[in-house]
């Protein structure tokens, strides 16, 4: 085996400890913290403010539309790009690797140009048609304190 070759298997296994293989297993992912259809927010909306909100969320609701290539990030000059899946994952499209979140996704990219990069935050890094995931995050959590108040979200093109 080359140097190429054991690159690449070691990306390959730091991928996976991010990958859909682990759903479930870290905080704040799974469970029930899909919305309510009451109108009143259930426990787990709302603690949404950190890591227990995904993406699926935001297709549910509408924010987002899975499609191929439709998330791109860029760092230090290297421009990756992602496909959205109907559950909320991405499938980095240069080897068809599924990360359970963005930020998986995201860590795993930047690790490759940068070997001791620790972590990364997809919300701020990862992009959905130019703009960054928190701006859809953002404007998701405004929806939800809309429904949970009687009120009328603001249009997406306002924020």
């Not at 950190?50 to 924010?63: A, V, Y």
């Not at 703009?131 to 429904?147: D, F, G, I, P």
């Amino acid at each position: 085996m080359d140097m190429d070759d054991l690159l690449r298997k070691t990306l390959e296994k730091q991928a996976m400890r991010g990958s859909s293989q682990n759903r479930g297993k870290g905080r704040g992912r799974g469970g029930s913290a899909g919305t309510s259809s009451g109108g009143a927010l259930t426990k787990a909306e709302k603690k949404i403010g950190g890591r227990s909100l995904h993406l699926s969320f935001l297709i549910k609701d509408g924010l987002l539309t899975p499609g191929s290539g439709v998330l791109k990030m860029e760092y230090v000059g290297h421009v990756f790009e992602g496909d959205l899946l109907e559950d909320g994952q991405v499938r980095w499209k240069d080897n068809n690797l599924v990360f359970c979140t963005a930020s998986a996704w995201a860590s795993h990219c930047k690790r490759i140009v940068n070997p001791e990069k620790k972590s990364a935050c997809g919300w701020t890094t990862v992009r959905y048609e130019g703009k960054k995931l928190e701006w859809y995050k953002n404007k998701w959590l405004q929806m939800q304190h809309a429904k949970a108040d009687g009120t009328d979200p603001l249009p997406l093109q306002v924020l």
